[in-house]
């Protein structure tokens, strides 16, 4: 008996995420801090079963995760708490990083070329990036709570039919660490150079835009056993993207990748889930690249 291939065709995000329920109506921080972590937990456990062919115990722990707010319940918990597990509003460093381009963005909106940004997982229409009205903004999550953001998953999002449907730069804060396996990170990392502009017309911006910025649990980083900073450094030049600002803290790791320009060499490169760091501790975010 011949064992089955498995599909290489991209999943959609909504593969890793449960159904709504509605969100509770206060959280203390503690209970903030519970559900965001027991949320991961499940979701990952889930995760498992299902790569694993238990559909019996992942239906069980979709369940479990309804039963505790389901995606609803864990997005309020991530509003309420931005100031610990979301490191508060995480486009304010990006606009910290492009302060020095404030006064050529604010010409660009007034003539009406703004620089355009594509916010995946957007959870507010009222951080940093929107308020500084410097961005021609277009906001998309799985489960949209409020007006101005829409309905839509990633992976399943139209492909641009022309130079006005690419974006200047994709926000994907807390969000790749969301995708339930290994290649499923790869492929959305993968799928962002599809919407990003080629180049850049003005020679100041081109020091940061195209680019990518990226935001993820420092676990993910720091204590994997499959990604460490060199492999994820590896990862993304291969894609073409190489770093141009980061920033670290206790919780979080932000990045702003910068994409390389049209006749740049870039020599896409195969990585595996291979482990790179031992010891029960570890976590198992990966990131694989076919």
């Known amino acids: 008996m011949t064992k089955k291939r498995k599909s290489t065709r991209l999943k959609p995000l909504s593969q890793g995420r449960p159904p709504t329920t509605k969100p509770l109506r206060s959280l203390s921080s ?4 519970t559900v965001i972590r027991t949320h991961h937990t499940l979701e990952k456990k889930r995760a498992k079963a299902l790569s694993e062919g238990d559909e019996a115990g992942a239906a069980a722990i979709r369940q479990q995760i309804d039963s505790q707010g ?20 995480s486009s304010k460093i990006l606009m910290e990083w492009l302060q020095p381009l404030s006064p050529e963005l604010r010409t660009r909106v007034e003539q009406g070329r703004s620089i355009r940004m594509l916010e995946v997982g957007a959870l507010s229409v009222t951080n940093a990036c929107s308020k500084s ?6 906001r998309i999550d799985l489960n949209s709570q409020e007006k101005g953001i829409k309905e839509q998953d990633f992976m399943e999002r139209p492909l641009p039919r022309n130079e006005n449907e690419l974006f200047d730069i994709i926000s994907l804060s807390l969000v ?5 396996d290994a290649i499923g990170k790869g492929n959305m990392l993968l799928r962002t150079l599809k919407f990003l502009k080629v ?7 081109r020091n940061f835009f195209p680019s990518l910025f990226l935001v993820l649990p420092a676990p993910c980083v720091r204590n994997s056993r499959y990604l460490d900073e060199g492999k994820l450094e590896a990862i993304m030049e291969s894609l073409g993207y190489h770093a141009a600002k980061k920033k670290a ?4 790791i932000y990045y702003l990748w910068k994409l390389a320009p049209i006749g740049t060499n870039r020599r896409r490169v195969a990585f595996k889930k291979a482990e790179i760091r031992s010891g029960k501790d570890r976590n198992n975010f990966a990131i694989v690249l076919d």
């Open 176 to 180: 790749l660490n969301y995708v339930p």
């Open 249 to 252: 803290s206790s919780r979080l």
């Open 133 to 138: 009205r410097l961005f021609e903004m277009e």
């Open 30 to 33: 503690k209970a903030t801090r």
């Open 70 to 89: 389901g995606i609803q319940g864990y997005q309020y918990a991530s509003l309420v708490g931005q100031g610990s597990e979301r490191g508060g509003d």
């Open 199 to 205: 180049n850049q017309d003005s020679e100041h911006l």
